[in-house]
C-alpha cells in the first residue's frame, strides 16, 4: 500500500500542534500583549459547510449512494483539526489585518456494517493560508496539502489496493459580508503536484453563509451551503448543505455547534474523490 511520506511528517508533528492550538489562549491579544505572534483565531477563518475545512468534528454518517464497497448504510467519521495563526504581518486588528498561519486536520471514516469497524480510509491536509482583513470581509490565498489513504482493515476485507493519492496546490478564495447576516465566497484553485499523474488540476468553489455570530446569546440557528467543482470530475458539483446551531459561550474562545448536513457529488474522500456519493449526517463540530 502506498505510503505518502508527507503524512507521515505531519502525522508526527500534528499532535504537538495541535496541543498548542488548545493551549494558546484564543486571543492572546486580549491579553496586551505587544507582541505580534500568535493573535487571535479570528485572523484564520475556516468555512462551516466545507467538508475538509479543518475542524474536530464526530458525526455520524447515513450513506444513502455508498462510494465504497460497502452497501448503503451507517458510517462514522471523526476529524481532528489544528488552527494556529502565527504572525500578524500588518495591521492591528481583524478590520484591517493580515496574517500568516498554519491550518491543518486528518479525518477518519470507519464502518459500522460490521463489529471491526473497519477504517475505510484517512484524508489529511495542511495549508499555509495568508489572510487579509478588509472590513467585514476577507481574502485568502495559501498553499494547500492533501493526501489520502485506504484503510487496512478495509483494504484487506475486500483485497483492494488504494490509490497513489495526493494534492499540491495553490488556492485563493475571497469572503464577502453581504449583509450582517449573510456571507457570500468564491474562488479556486491549481494543483502543481497531482498524484495520479494523470489528473487534472484546476478547481472551484462557491458558497454562502447564513448566521449570526454573537455572544450573548446561548445560541444561534445559522445555515450554510458549499459547492465545490474539479476539473478531474468534469466539473461535477459537489453540494453540501448544512443546518445547525452554534454555541458561542459552551466553549470559552472556541465555536461549538451540532449540525445536520446533506451532501451529493463526487465523494470529499480522496480515495473515492471520482466516485459519486449522497449521505446524509448528524455531527457535533468544535472550531479548533
Same mark, same amino acid.
Given at each position: 500500500? #502506498?505510503?505518502?511520506?508527507?503524512?507521515?511528517?505531519?502525522?508526527?508533528?500534528?499532535? +504537538?500542534?495541535?496541543?498548542?492550538?488548545?493551549?494558546?489562549?484564543?486571543? =492572546?491579544?486580549?491579553?496586551?500583549?505587544?507582541?505580534?505572534?500568535?493573535?487571535?483565531?479570528?485572523?484564520?477563518?475556516?468555512?462551516?459547510?466545507?467538508?475538509?475545512?479543518?475542524?474536530?468534528?464526530?458525526?455520524?454518517?447515513?450513506?444513502?449512494?455508498?462510494?465504497?464497497?460497502?452497501?448503503?448504510?451507517?458510517?462514522?467519521?471523526?476529524?481532528?483539526?489544528?488552527?494556529?495563526?502565527?504572525?500578524? +504581518?500588518?495591521?492591528?486588528? +481583524?478590520? @484591517?489585518?493580515?496574517?500568516?498561519?498554519? !491550518?491543518?486536520?486528518?479525518?477518519?471514516? #470507519?464502518?459500522?456494517?460490521?463489529?471491526? /469497524?473497519?477504517?475505510?480510509?484517512?484524508?489529511?491536509?495542511?495549508?499555509?493560508? #495568508?489572510? =487579509?482583513?478588509?472590513?467585514?470581509?476577507?481574502?485568502? =490565498?495559501?498553499?494547500?496539502?492533501?493526501?489520502?489513504?485506504?484503510?487496512?482493515?478495509?483494504?484487506?476485507?475486500?483485497?483492494?489496493?488504494?490509490?497513489?493519492?495526493?494534492?499540491?496546490?495553490? /488556492?485563493?478564495?475571497?469572503?464577502?459580508?453581504?449583509?450582517?447576516?449573510?456571507?457570500?465566497?468564491?474562488?479556486?484553485?491549481?494543483?502543481? @503536484?497531482?498524484?495520479?499523474?494523470?489528473?487534472?488540476?484546476?478547481?472551484?468553489?462557491?458558497?454562502?453563509? #447564513?448566521?449570526?455570530?454573537?455572544?450573548?446569546?446561548?445560541?444561534?440557528?445559522?445555515?450554510?451551503?458549499?459547492?465545490?467543482?474539479?476539473?478531474?470530475?468534469?466539473?461535477?458539483?459537489?453540494?453540501?448543505?448544512?443546518?445547525?446551531?452554534?454555541?458561542?459561550?459552551?466553549?470559552?474562545?472556541?465555536?461549538?455547534?451540532?449540525?445536520?448536513?446533506?451532501?451529493?457529488?463526487?465523494?470529499?474522500?480522496?480515495?473515492?474523490?471520482?466516485?459519486?456519493?449522497?449521505?446524509?449526517?448528524?455531527?457535533?463540530?468544535? !472550531?479548533?
Amino acid at each position: 500500500m #502506498f505510503t505518502n511520506p508527507a503524512a507521515l511528517q505531519f502525522g508526527r508533528l500534528m499532535p +504537538l500542534m495541535l496541543l498548542c492550538t488548545l493551549l494558546l489562549p484564543a486571543d =492572546l491579544n486580549a491579553q496586551e500583549s505587544p507582541s505580534r505572534w500568535f493573535p487571535s483565531h479570528d485572523y484564520m477563518p475556516t468555512l462551516l459547510g466545507a467538508p475538509r475545512d479543518p475542524v474536530n468534528v464526530a458525526k455520524l454518517v447515513v450513506n444513502i449512494e455508498s462510494p465504497n464497497a460497502y452497501d448503503p448504510g451507517l458510517e462514522t467519521e471523526v476529524g481532528f483539526g489544528i488552527n494556529l495563526p502565527v504572525l500578524l +504581518l500588518a495591521g492591528d486588528d +481583524l478590520r @484591517n489585518g493580515l496574517a500568516v498561519g498554519v !491550518q491543518g486536520g486528518v479525518f477518519g471514516r #470507519f464502518s459500522l456494517h460490521s463489529n471491526e /469497524r473497519d477504517l475505510i480510509g484517512t484524508d489529511w491536509l495542511i495549508t499555509v493560508p #495568508f489572510v =487579509l482583513h478588509r472590513g467585514d470581509h476577507w481574502f485568502e =490565498l495559501e498553499y494547500f496539502h492533501m493526501s489520502s489513504h485506504l484503510g487496512d482493515e478495509y483494504s484487506q476485507r475486500f483485497d483492494l489496493e488504494g490509490i497513489n493519492y495526493s494534492r499540491d496546490a495553490v /488556492r485563493g478564495l475571497a469572503y464577502i459580508r453581504v449583509i450582517s447576516i449573510v456571507g457570500a465566497y468564491g474562488g479556486g484553485g491549481w494543483a502543481y @503536484n497531482v498524484h495520479p499523474d494523470e489528473d487534472d488540476r484546476w478547481t472551484a468553489q462557491f458558497g454562502a453563509e #447564513f448566521v449570526e455570530r454573537t455572544s450573548d446569546k446561548f445560541v444561534s440557528p445559522y445555515g450554510a451551503v458549499d459547492m465545490q467543482l474539479e476539473q478531474e470530475t468534469d466539473w461535477d458539483p459537489r453540494v453540501n448543505v448544512q443546518i445547525g446551531a452554534l454555541f458561542p459561550r459552551l466553549i470559552p474562545g472556541r465555536e461549538a455547534r451540532i449540525a445536520a448536513e446533506f451532501l451529493t457529488g463526487p465523494s470529499p474522500q480522496g480515495q473515492f474523490a471520482h466516485v459519486t456519493t449522497t449521505h446524509l449526517t448528524l455531527g457535533v463540530y468544535i !472550531q479548533p
